[in-house]
């Protein structure tokens, strides 16, 4: 078992920058690919970012350029640097994890999830 929990969402105007936290506990973090999910009011669970064991990234053409994502193995902790945020940012964060080292852009294919972190980003 894995568990995550988020921190760090907030209000942020339009430009702002926010960096989003996910711990684990648990299963061991080195060997779980990391992933960043978000979900927009009315919409379905749409993928960000995603981080391999070794460090490869994979990002949302929507975030491209933007976003950083990040982990730390020795904190077990996972991080989403957003920068040049956009009103169409506004969503619930979600962290995830694989059993698997390699990351994955497809929700269905992440085993644990946080519980979400709401970021708001004004216009």
């Known amino acids: 078992q894995m568990a995550l929990v988020e921190s760090g969402g907030g209000l942020v105007q339009a430009g702002g920058s926010l960096r989003l936290s996910c711990a684990s506990s648990?299963?061991?973090?080195?060997?779980?690919?990391m992933g960043w999910f978000r979900q927009a009011p009315g919409k379905g669970r749409e993928f960000v970012a995603t981080?391999?064991?070794?460090?490869?990234?994979s990002y949302a053409d929507s975030v491209k350029g933007r976003f950083t994502i990040s982990r730390d193995n020795a904190k077990n902790t996972v991080y989403l640097q957003m920068n040049s945020l956009k009103p169409e940012d506004t969503a619930v964060y979600y962290c995830?994890?694989?059993?698997?080292?390699?990351?994955?852009?497809?929700?269905?294919?992440?085993?644990?999830w946080g519980q979400g972190t709401q970021v708001t980003v004004s216009s």
């Open positions: 995830a994890a694989r059993k698997l080292l390699l990351y994955s852009v497809y929700e269905n294919e992440y085993d644990y």
């Open positions: 981080i391999s064991w070794s460090g490869s990234t």
């Open positions: 648990g299963r061991t973090f080195m060997s779980s690919a």
